[in-house]
């Protein structure tokens, strides 16, 4: 068998790529909810302020899940308290 710390170092590095890709989904969400908010406009000028407090909100809260993600990343990558157990 190989090194077991090289075999957590990989399993930390596509952990690592895993957590941010949901940085890139986070990412196609919001350019779609910026697309129907625009397209709800457009139906419904009247709607404008209600339209634009829910995308906002739902943009923050898709943010959110990036930011925890990427850090998530950074974690693994950088300060993974699981490499220490393999010996």
């Known amino acids: 068998m190989q090194d077991p710390m090289a075999f957590a170092v990989a399993v930390a590095h596509i952990a690592a790529v895993i957590a941010l890709l949901n940085g890139i989904l986070t990412t196609l969400g919001q350019g779609r909810v910026a697309s129907a908010a625009v397209e709800g ?47």
Do not use: D, H, W
């Not at 406009?41 to 899940?65: L, N, V, Y």
């Not at 998530?72 to 010996?87: R, S, T, Y």
């Open 41 to 87: 406009i457009a139906r419904q000028p009247e709607a404008k302020g209600s339209i634009t407090t829910s995308m906002i909100i739902g943009c923050a809260f898709a943010e959110t899940s990036g930011v925890y993600g990427l850090v998530i990343a950074i974690i693994i990558l950088f300060a993974n308290p699981l490499l220490g157990m393999v010996g």
